[in-house]
């Protein structure tokens, strides 16, 4: 393959930035704390390994609750790659994941069900009022041409408040002191893979499924082929014959439904009755995650654990060092900044472009000297 | 309980309210009309707000001075865009990342940096005194007139600059070289390369004064609206004026026009959740509710007007 070198490059760049970004919070460390050697140790090496008198020694209960953490945020990375692919920026994915979590909430406190069943159910109906929220910002920008942007980052905000006042005024449980829901049934609740208090729920089975589910769809389906294709040139896309109206629309639809799907098992494995009080903040993480992976679904698993890695690192800087776990947004935005430039680096990219190519014309000429056909 | 509401909302208060709720919108949304002018999209007004109001009240601290305070959060809005644009310009990442990646530092950045400086959580307590607060102006005439002058005087200085720079945007857009300058860049920046103009520096320019409308909307909410910083303080507001540009068709006087509807539906959720039997939660969706609505009536009006000057053409041919 002669883009093998590009690809080797696109590796090392994505290391560059990630080795960036985590050099300016290093920067941010040292500027701010007391201990910034005990902080980054924390923060680096912390998630996975326990610091103990007698030595240091890999930390598994940590390591299952990083896969735990994973669980809402590849889906959530999952929808982003999706929209983005199709260049659709819906920034709804906060409000269709609070949302699928609170319909699934509600569906696996008040249905009487079997087990199994269940959670099928919940999990669905989460999924479909996910993909029935983005509906109106896609609608909205094939039908009339509204930002789906400025209106989907609107939604958020109605979905939250609404569902507040449904929380508070509906659903709660009052013989609690906190606003809550009543309890789900246990017949609703995801189980853990191992039963070890880690949260390592079914639900990461689930979600490394759909991760195959979608990478199938994005690249072997016409389908995704038109969503990847509209993403690339929408002139093009029209020009050609696809129905870039329906296209879109389904884009923003498939991603309401994964983020949806991953709130309402979040809610169900994790919890034991619906407590979240505002955006969960897996939205904008499920961006992060597929800009990491560069829109494609076979890396999101990956991104996610780095960030739920980093994530986990920081809480544990906050415990027990001075430094505030807040880092992690100073992370996230400089790897945004760094991992997105197309211009980062873009020198030896073209160097290794004209490489290449010299390569094949001169393969070519030999070729064509020795009479033969080339592809 | 309609007849009280519509008592409550030609009270002088309400109205008086309603300005005050405006500015920091309208500061943010003069700020996108500038970018959008020049062919930029700058998303991060959010993140900006929230980081400059925090420097607002830091500088101001630091100095015992609410003025280096303001200018102190311009200039770090100017920074913010400039750090967008050089990322967007130079290294081509997507200014909707780069928006988004200063938005972040907005939400935990700012916490992070208040902890650094000051050691304190989440808000800033104590650090904002009255003297640090942005002084408010009563206006010589219109003050003694009854009702009006209730409405229109005593506002903070930074409110009627809001809607100075309102009259002053239009003026640069629409009288001034740099202002041609910006509408070609944002129109056609390939017949603008070809006059001459340089249109990444034009782009700085307007992101650039884009981050500093945004910084001052933030020394508006942080020294004047909430005194004080707190985390969850812009609430949005930084979007919400995305959408009254987009609602004011990018114009200033349009955009002002839409920022007023959004401080009337802001300031009306907090008229009506002070009522018994209403659910302060609902009343909370009305601000954004309206901005999609208002988002749709603008669509439909644009692709109407479309639809008519397509029919025009296809007459005459």
């Known amino acids: 393959m002669s883009d093998r070198r590009l690809i080797v490059f696109n590796l090392l760049r994505g290391v560059a930035a990630i080795s960036l970004a985590l050099a300016v919070a290093a920067i941010f460390i040292f500027i701010s704390s007391d201990e910034p050697l005990t902080a980054l140790k924390y923060l680096l090496v912390g998630p996975v390994v326990s610091f103990k008198a ?45 949302l699928g979590g609170f319909v699934g909430a509600l569906l696996g406190i008040y249905l009487d069900l079997n087990t199994g069943l269940h959670q099928v159910v919940c999990v669905l109906a989460g999924a479909v009022a996910g993909g029935l929220i983005m509906l109106i910002p896609a609608i909205l920008k094939v039908k009339l041409g509204a930002s789906e942007m400025v209106t989907s980052l609107m939604m958020n905000y109605v979905v939250m408040f609404v569902i507040l006042h449904f929380l508070n005024f509906v659903f709660a449980d009052r013989s609690k002191g906190a606003t809550q829901t009543f309890p789900f049934l246990e017949t609703a609740r995801i189980p853990e893979i191992i039963s070890n208090g880690t949260k390592l729920t079914w639900g990461f089975v689930v979600a490394l499924i759909f991760v195959v589910i979608i990478a199938l769809f994005m690249y072997r389906t016409k389908w995704g082929y038109a969503i990847r294709m509209i993403g690339i040139n929408q002139s093009f896309a029209q020009y050609s014959g696809m129905q870039v109206g329906t296209v879109i629309i389904l884009s923003q639809v498939i991603g309401g439904m994964l983020s949806g799907m991953g709130g309402s098992i979040e809610v169900l494995g994790r919890f034991s009755t619906f407590l979240w009080r505002e955006l969960p903040g897996y939205g904008w993480l499920g961006i992060t995650i597929a800009i990491l992976a560069k829109n494609n679904p076979i890396f999101v698993p990956f991104a996610a654990f780095f960030i739920a890695y980093l994530n986990k690192g920081c809480n544990l800087m906050a415990t027990y060092s001075d430094v505030p776990s807040e880092m992690i947004d100073i992370i996230q935005a400089a790897i945004f900044l760094f991992f997105a430039a ?34 | 309980m309609i007849g009280d509401l519509l008592l409550s909302i030609f009270n002088s208060d309400f109205l008086y309210s309603v300005i005050r709720i405006t500015a920091p919108i309208l500061f943010a949304a003069l700020g996108a009309v500038i970018a959008e002018k020049a062919g930029v999209v700058n998303i991060g007004l959010e993140g900006i707000m929230m980081i400059s109001a925090l420097f607002g009240v830091l500088f101001g601290y630091w100095t015992q001075s609410w003025l280096v305070g303001v200018i102190g959060a311009l200039v770090i809005g100017v920074l913010l865009a400039l750090l967008i644009g050089f990322f967007a310009f130079e290294l081509k990442t997507d200014i909707i990342l780069g928006g988004i990646a200063v938005n972040m530092l907005g939400a935990g950045g700012t916490i992070f940096l208040l902890d650094m400086f000051t050691g304190m959580r989440g808000n800033t307590g104590a650090l904002v005194t009255r003297e640090l607060l942005i002084p408010t102006v009563d206006i010589p005439l219109i003050q003694s007139i009854p009702y009006l002058g209730q409405v229109l005087s005593g506002h903070s200085v930074l409110t009627y600059l809001a809607f100075l720079l309102v009259w002053l945007i239009w003026v640069v857009l629409y009288k001034t070289p740099l202002g041609l300058n910006i509408r070609a860049v944002g129109e056609n920046p390939n017949a603008a390369t070809s006059i001459g103009v340089s ?45 009254a540009t987009a609602m004011g068709r990018g114009e200033p006087v349009g955009t002002m026009l839409s920022s007023l509807l959004f401080g009337l539906a802001q300031a009306l959720r907090t008229k009506v959740s002070g009522m018994q039997g209403v659910s302060s939660y609902l009343v909370s969706v009305i601000p954004y509710l309206v901005t999609i ?24 041919e």
């Open chain 2, 293 to 316: 609505i208002g988002l749709v009536l603008y669509a439909i009006s644009i692709k109407n007007k479309l639809k008519k000057r397509h029919a025009v053409t296809e007459g005459a």
């Open chain 1, 54 to 98: 007698t030595g240091n020694v890999f930390n598994t209960t940590s390591f299952l609750t990083i896969l735990a953490a994973m669980i809402p945020t590849i889906f959530s990375g999952l929808a982003v790659c999706v929209m983005f692919s199709a260049n659709q920026f819906n920034l709804g994915g906060e409000g269709a994941i609070m």
């Open chain 1, 342 to 375: 197309e211009q980062f680096l873009a020198k030896y990219r073209q160097r290794i472009v004209v490489r290449n190519a010299q390569r094949d014309l001169a393969l070519q000429e030999t070729a064509a000297s020795q009479g033969g056909i080339n592809s």
């Open chain 2, 199 to 243: 249109v990444q520096k034009i782009q700085y320019i307007a992101i650039g004064l884009s981050g500093a409308m945004a910084g001052l909307g933030g020394a508006f909410m942080s020294m004047y609206y909430s005194q004080g910083w707190n985390s969850g303080m812009v609430a949005g507001r930084g979007f919400i004026a995305l959408a």
